[in-house]
């Protein structure tokens, strides 16, 4: 009876110990890479580039058909596969197509470890020649939406 005890509390911790240091062996992605509608700084279609710099926050970089934007991220769980809040920069237009420039919060919820959504809203912080076309027959809105879909790899 002490040899099979013996035996069964050794192979538990073998298996333990096998099964911990195979856990420690997998690397942890800190960069994901969004491709999608309205991504990069609200363009059309765009790419977003993010980056981990400590367990939480990460800086994000995108650009897409003439628009381009940089984004601070709070995650809410130290993985950059989970959802975050987000300061966003987003430069819409580029040379004699350029419209304005936009600050604000939002939210980026990150689904089955492939989509990604972001929803929030924004400040006009600086109008391009393009601006009063855009605007032409509107009242210049005060606060803007924004909205985009993507996948991330």
Do not use: W
Not at 15 to 37: F, H, R, V
Not at 71 to 85: A, D, G, N, Q, R
Not at 136 to 148: D, M, Q, R
């Amino acid at each position: 009876m002490k040899k099979t005890t013996l035996l069964l509390v050794v192979s538990f911790f073998s298996m333990y110990t096998c099964y911990a240091q195979e856990l420690d062996t997998i690397p942890k992605s800190t960069n994901k890479i969004t491709i999608g509608l309205l991504q990069g700084g609200g363009s059309l279609v765009g790419l977003d580039f993010e980056q981990l710099i400590t367990e939480n926050i990460g800086i994000s970089v995108g650009a897409g058909f003439l628009a381009y934007g940089v984004s601070i991220h709070y995650h809410i769980k130290p993985s950059i596969t989970s959802s975050s809040l987000a300061i966003n920069y987003m430069h819409q237009g580029i040379g004699d197509s350029y419209v304005q420039s936009i600050v604000g919060p939002s939210y980026v919820i990150r689904i089955s470890k492939q989509f990604s959504g972001q929803i929030g809203m924004g400040g006009i912080v600086d109008k391009g020649p393009q601006f009063k076309e855009v605007y032409e027959n509107k009242t210049e809105p005060n606060v803007l939406f924004i909205f985009s879909l993507g996948m991330y790899f």
